[in-house]
């Protein structure tokens, strides 16, 4: 839903696009503006710029089988380099608002379990197999039928559910809602803050930043995600400037009032030259002889079943928020978008950065009035120009970005009204769709758990027959997704 007019106050007229760049992008047709791209470009930039951080940090940190790291600074360029023709691509071949970037907890399985086991060249060249795999998937048009075969009210609510699973991320990324460090010892296993109390500048940071965003947002103010953001930025320098609260590590120990990943303040440096060594770094055959056949194939087969399922939900989620769905619950050129996420997962394997996937929050500039790739170009450009700019895309932290996370939450979450609750053999999958992926932290674990319950629901009910086909299959492979572990424990 879109939470502010187009620029001119009326609505742009579908039947005559003002030039060839407009019919290209559909700008028009799609009811959008120039200026709601741009803005929704940079929305979507700021709420992800953080993974040019991150990433870098998880893989970094790993050693592989020889005891082997990978170098910061070149995972940082890397990242960015890989995000932004990734995300351009996607603007241009699926003309669609999504943003592409190092998928997190993929990156940790490369980083933690796979690598471990092998060289890092061997690990992404097992990411560069699974993008390759899911290329082929649809291009045989079998991912596209997957995703149709998955009834609409499902989908809706893999968007509320991800709409949730949002809002967490946000909560917790700003330090709103932290683990009780004792909570082996309790049934409460989160909590307000520190000791259940708002006590360090950064989380006031983050409720200030909230309230004017929520202002905005029910005033109906043009670009008001965008305008939280930045104004949550300023704040943070400047409280950064008076206080010197730090990071939320100092010299290896944990600073539980400081800033969660970055820290704001104005770099000293702006311009820096990128690294590129770790591009074309992978081996798609050594892995196979290191380590035998049966540990690479279980690891490309994880990799396979959260990258096809985060993108399919992460896919309805945007198309739902923007109401870019048609009657089947599928956004417009969905072939072309799965293909351009598929080649992403290669690309970030070729780069040694891991699987490149969509990210959610690009609902952020889809809020601020994204309808078509041209936010994608913009998004694009500032991750090119990242890489050189790196001091800059780490100024603004967790606390700012992670406001827009919980607006938009909230505006995914208002879809729940289109489930019939009153239908059992619906409503009960696409509760469990909606409440575990926020409470296991993962996309695929909650649409693994509503495909399953709801063909068990409608076996049980004795309409086997209301199930589509390619659906059993989907339910057999998430079972095996979630037995995965005993498997291994037997097999490996």
């Given at each position: 839903m879109a939470i502010a007019p187009p620029d001119n106050g009326t609505p742009p007229d579908p039947a005559h696009p003002r030039n060839a760049f407009?019919?290209?992008?559909?700008?028009?047709?799609?009811?959008?503006?120039p200026g709601r791209e741009v803005r929704g470009g940079l929305a979507t930039f700021f709420t992800m710029a953080y993974i040019v951080v991150l990433n870098p940090l998880i893989i970094g940190s790993a050693v592989d089988g020889d005891g082997k790291k990978l170098a910061i600074p070149a995972?940082?360029?890397?990242?960015?380099?890989?995000?932004?023709?990734?995300?351009?691509?996607?603007?241009v071949v699926g003309r669609f608002p999504m943003a592409l970037a190092a998928?997190?907890?993929v990156n940790a399985l490369v980083a933690y379990e796979i690598a471990p086991q092998m060289t890092w060249a061997d690990a992404m060249g097992l990411v560069v197999i699974e993008g390759v795999l899911i290329a082929i998937l649809v291009l045989t048009g079998l991912r596209t039928a997957v995703f149709r075969s998955v009834p609409t009210q499902l989908k809706t609510a893999i968007g509320v559910g991800i709409g949730l699973f949002l809002t967490i991320i946000g909560l917790v990324d700003a330090g709103f809602v932290r683990r009780i460090p004792d909570a082996a010892n309790t049934t409460v296993p989160v909590g307000l803050g520190i000791g259940g109390k708002i006590v360090s500048w950064p989380m006031l940071v983050f409720v200030v930043g909230l309230l004017v965003t929520i202002v905005l947002v029910v005033r109906r103010v043009r670009g008001a995600i965008l305008i939280g953001i930045l104004a949550s930025t300023v704040l943070a320098i400047v409280v950064e400037a008076v206080a010197n609260v730090g990071p939320s590590f100092v010299d290896g120990k944990p600073n539980p009032k400081g800033w969660s990943l970055n820290v704001p303040e104005l770099p000293k440096t702006v311009v820096d030259l990128p690294d590129l060594s770790l591009l074309g770094n992978f081996n798609v055959l050594d892995s196979w002889t290191r380590v035998g056949w049966l540990v690479p194939l279980m690891f490309v087969f994880t990799l396979l079943i959260t990258d096809f399922f985060d993108t399919m939900g992460t896919m309805v989620a945007i198309g739902q928020e923007g109401d870019m769905l048609d009657e089947r619950g599928t956004p417009p050129r969905a072939k072309e978008i799965l293909l351009v996420d598929s080649i992403a997962a290669a690309a970030g394997g070729a780069a040694s950065v891991s699987s490149n996937t969509s990210y959610i929050e690009s609902a952020a500039g889809v809020a601020e009035g994204a309808r078509?790739?041209?936010?994608?170009?913009?998004?694009?450009?500032?991750?090119?120009?990242?890489?050189?700019?790196?001091?800059?895309?780490?100024?603004?932290?967790?606390?700012a970005a992670s406001t827009a996370l919980v607006v938009v939450g909230f505006l995914m979450?208002?879809?729940?009204?289109?489930?019939d609750w009153t239908d059992y053999e619906i409503a009960i999958p696409a509760f469990l769709t909606i409440t575990l992926m926020p409470f296991t932290y993962s996309i695929s674990n909650g649409i693994g758990a509503g495909v399953i319950s709801y063909v068990v629901v409608k076996l049980a009910k004795g309409k086997a027959r209301e199930v589509h086909p390619l659906l059993y299959a989907v339910a057999a492979l998430f079972v095996l997704y979630f037995l995965r572990g005993p498997i291994e424990s037997v097999v490996l």
């Amino acid at each position: 839903m879109a939470i502010a007019p187009p620029d001119n106050g009326t609505p742009p007229d579908p039947a005559h696009p003002r030039n060839a760049f407009d019919r290209f992008f559909e700008i028009t047709a799609r009811g959008s503006t120039p200026g709601r791209e741009v803005r929704g470009g940079l929305a979507t930039f700021f709420t992800m710029a953080y993974i040019v951080v991150l990433n870098p940090l998880i893989i970094g940190s790993a050693v592989d089988g020889d005891g082997k790291k990978l170098a910061i600074p070149a995972l940082a360029a890397a990242t960015a380099l890989v995000a932004g023709l990734m995300t351009i691509l996607m603007g241009v071949v699926g003309r669609f608002p999504m943003a592409l970037a190092a998928g997190l907890g993929v990156n940790a399985l490369v980083a933690y379990e796979i690598a471990p086991q092998m060289t890092w060249a061997d690990a992404m060249g097992l990411v560069v197999i699974e993008g390759v795999l899911i290329a082929i998937l649809v291009l045989t048009g079998l991912r596209t039928a997957v995703f149709r075969s998955v009834p609409t009210q499902l989908k809706t609510a893999i968007g509320v559910g991800i709409g949730l699973f949002l809002t967490i991320i946000g909560l917790v990324d700003a330090g709103f809602v932290r683990r009780i460090p004792d909570a082996a010892n309790t049934t409460v296993p989160v909590g307000l803050g520190i000791g259940g109390k708002i006590v360090s500048w950064p989380m006031l940071v983050f409720v200030v930043g909230l309230l004017v965003t929520i202002v905005l947002v029910v005033r109906r103010v043009r670009g008001a995600i965008l305008i939280g953001i930045l104004a949550s930025t300023v704040l943070a320098i400047v409280v950064e400037a008076v206080a010197n609260v730090g990071p939320s590590f100092v010299d290896g120990k944990p600073n539980p009032k400081g800033w969660s990943l970055n820290v704001p303040e104005l770099p000293k440096t702006v311009v820096d030259l990128p690294d590129l060594s770790l591009l074309g770094n992978f081996n798609v055959l050594d892995s196979w002889t290191r380590v035998g056949w049966l540990v690479p194939l279980m690891f490309v087969f994880t990799l396979l079943i959260t990258d096809f399922f985060d993108t399919m939900g992460t896919m309805v989620a945007i198309g739902q928020e923007g109401d870019m769905l048609d009657e089947r619950g599928t956004p417009p050129r969905a072939k072309e978008i799965l293909l351009v996420d598929s080649i992403a997962a290669a690309a970030g394997g070729a780069a040694s950065v891991s699987s490149n996937t969509s990210y959610i929050e690009s609902a952020a500039g889809v809020a601020e009035g994204a309808r078509t790739g041209v936010a994608n170009l913009v998004t694009g450009a500032l991750f090119l120009l990242a890489m050189f700019l790196a001091p800059l895309a780490v100024v603004v932290p967790f606390e700012a970005a992670s406001t827009a996370l919980v607006v938009v939450g909230f505006l995914m979450m208002t879809a729940v009204r289109t489930i019939d609750w009153t239908d059992y053999e619906i409503a009960i999958p696409a509760f469990l769709t909606i409440t575990l992926m926020p409470f296991t932290y993962s996309i695929s674990n909650g649409i693994g758990a509503g495909v399953i319950s709801y063909v068990v629901v409608k076996l049980a009910k004795g309409k086997a027959r209301e199930v589509h086909p390619l659906l059993y299959a989907v339910a057999a492979l998430f079972v095996l997704y979630f037995l995965r572990g005993p498997i291994e424990s037997v097999v490996l």
